[in-house]
């Protein structure tokens, strides 16, 4: 029985941390063992900021020549147009 409850109040502080650092409260958590970091949680977060394709579809006009001067572009950064 002292064993399941001093493992208990551990759950309960490793569940408390772990709420804090999905809230943002905490940049990390880490586990030790025998006193020795173990391991670190770090939040999982979306990239919002990430641009998505499609984003400016309809704000610019693409000129028919786009692709004119692809042999120059490639030529600038030293390569070559595989045919």
Do not use: C, T, W
């Amino acid at each position: 029985m002292h064993q399941a409850k001093s493992r208990l109040s551990r759950l309960v502080e490793a569940l408390e941390a772990l709420e804090a650092l999905e809230a943002g409260k905490e940049a990390e958590f880490v586990i030790a063992r025998n006193g020795r970091p173990a391991a670190r949680l770090l939040p999982f977060r979306d990239n919002p900021s990430r641009i998505r394709i499609g984003v400016a579809r309809g704000e610019f006009e693409v000129p028919e020549d786009i692709d004119g001067l692809n042999d120059v572009i490639v030529q600038h950064f030293g390569g070559s147009i595989e045919r």
